[in-house]
């Protein structure tokens, strides 16, 4: 197993370890559901550093995104970030991703740690024609995010010559972070809150993570584990690979149109026909249940209506936010309306849940 | 974690963390201490929820008698001994914490009439055993 910079930091501070995309990550610092209320009224840092990062550069660098990423990469404003994913003809997702496009015309990508190695062979795959260059940064950078309210603050103390009131959602900068220079710093997280994620120098991302975890300690800033931040995406309703989307489920069934573009301008890209055909005539749509039983659904879970079968959970979890057991669910069309009462099969015991628009949980993106 | 107390010693262990006890006529089945720390990571609040078996059924050694849920998984409760189950700790369903409290005792699911009188003869282990079987699974 991979371990990332911060592996001996987990370990000091007694996390639980686990197997996660081949590497060796903190699932929980102290219990899950209460570093979930931490990052909700304070904030919280993670340990990213199993993401992939990779840089693209070359004169097609773009050109060459747009040939395979499912948004419209030229027309991202420079400094900001998008929501994309890399699609097979067949539409369906190898992974999903973020676009950070840069001035000067790269392009940096965030991937996720269970599929950098096949987003990597796939990019590497397809460059024939363009003037790029695909660099993997995975082992050159540490990755740390800030999440929740107080994060600002926090962040804000170790930044020197910038103001992060600035820099806006999905936005990204380079800032001097405890006296390292021209570090990236984006507004991003996978959490619903105000959060912040930093590309650290490897050798320094120790003493940034000590020094926000210091700078925290007044605020209440903890550090939280995979487990709750599973359940924090879940609730503020954003996709994980493997659960909402996969190698048989699309992103437009996922309701992911706002990652996909059919801009004529944009040419052709891969999966682009087969997700055209799927957005003009779609079976499925993913949606929100929430029930007030007291089993958890889980990924896999069929859900009913009366004795038919329409769909199955993709994550479930415990919300300690909204106080009940919520889920996302693949169901097919006409069992997806917000209100109506589907019920969830556990081993042949049911259990009423009601459907719901995701996310389950959201905070005004200014 | 796992020599932080002997287990007790009055009773039998299965490889999937449950244990049986031999109490009068009948057998008692719970689950270990170990268990209960892999599910809720010695965190309480993380366990979920329990289901246990009606009475009257009939169960074979190793099978499925309930399931326990924490925040994060379900696992499955097997049982170690072959009989009928005649009286259910409906307690432990409602107050998950007596789990963490006390296993061994209070924390009873199942008491089962056994099928065979020689049920703890059967592939289970004594606490000296168990102990060994945890530090092998260890890595």
């Known amino acids: 197993m991979k371990l990332t ?36 009224t304070k904030a919280g840092l993670f340990d990213l550093g199993h993401m992939g990062r990779v840089h693209v550069t070359g004169k097609d660098a773009v050109r060459y995104v747009d040939s395979l990423a499912t948004n419209f990469c030229a027309k991202i404003p420079t400094t900001a970030i998008r929501y994309s994913l890399f699609c097979r003809a067949d539409g369906n997702p190898i992974d999903d991703i973020l676009l950070y496009k840069e001035e000067g015309g790269g ?13 990597l062979a796939w990019m590497r795959e397809h460059t024939q024609g363009f003037d790029v260059r695909v660099h993997d940064q995975t082992d050159e950078l540490g990755m740390i995010a800030i999440q ?3 994060s600002r603050d926090v962040l804000q103390k170790l930044v020197e010559g910038y103001d992060l009131g600035q820099l806006g959602y999905y936005k990204f900068a380079f800032a001097t972070i405890c006296g390292i220079r021209n570090m990236r710093v984006s507004r991003t997280g996978y959490t619903g809150e105000l959060g912040y994620e930093l590309y650290v120098p490897q050798r320094e991302t120790e003493r940034v993570w000590n020094a926000l975890a210091e700078a925290g300690k007044p605020f209440g800033v903890a550090p939280i584990g995979l487990g709750a931040r599973d359940i924090l995406r879940l609730e503020a309703g954003m996709p994980l690979y493997g659960h909402e989307i996969d190698a048989t489920h699309n992103p ?14 944009k040419g052709d890209w891969i999966g682009r026909a087969a997700l055209e055909r799927i957005k003009a005539n779609p079976t499925q749509r993913l949606i929100g249940l929430t029930t007030d039983g007291p089993r958890v659904p889980r990924q896999g879970t069929p ?3 009366g004795a038919e079968q329409v769909g199955a959970v993709a994550s479930g979890g415990v919300s300690p936010t909204i106080h009940k057991n919520i889920a996302s669910a693949h169901v097919k069309l006409g069992c997806d309306q917000p209100g109506l009462g589907l019920e969830i099969d556990f081993k042949g015991k049911r259990q009423a849940c009601t459907v719901q628009e995701l996310p389950f949980f959201s905070r005004t993106r200014k | 974690m796992t020599s932080k107390t002997m287990r007790p010693d009055d009773r039998k262990y299965s490889e999937s963390h449950e244990w049986a006890k031999q109490d009068g006529d009948a057998v008692l089945v719970g689950i270990t201490d170990f268990a209960v720390a892999a599910l809720s990571n010695g965190n309480d609040s993380d366990l979920v929820y329990c289901d246990l078996p009606e009475t009257g059924r009939d169960l074979a050694q190793g099978e499925t008698f309930g399931e326990i849920e924490s925040v994060k998984a379900v696992s ?25 409290r006390d296993p061994w005792n209070e924390g009873w699911m199942i008491r089962v009439k056994a099928a065979s009188k020689t049920w703890a003869s059967e592939k289970l282990m004594n606490a000296a055993d168990y102990e060994k079987y945890l530090e092998s699974q260890k890595h």
Request: glycine share 8%.
């Open chain 1, 252 to 265: 437009i069934e996922a309701g992911l149109n706002f990652g996909v573009s059919f801009a004529p301008e």
């Open chain 1, 303 to 305: 859900v009913f209506r």
């Open chain 1, 5 to 40: 910079a911060l592996h001996d930091v987990h370990d000091r501070l007694g996390a639980k370890l686990i197997d996660f995309g081949g590497w060796h990550m903190p699932v929980q610092y102290g219990p899950i559901l209460d570093e979930v209320t931490t990052v909700r």
């Open chain 1, 148 to 150: 929740g309210q107080v």
């Open chain 1, 107 to 119: 392009v940096f990508i965030v991937v996720n740690a269970s599929n950098a190695a096949a987003d």
């Open chain 2, 76 to 100: 499955d409760l097997n049982s170690p001994v072959a009989g009928e189950v005649i009286e259910v700790n409906h307690k432990v369903e409602e107050h998950l914490e007596i789990l963490s």
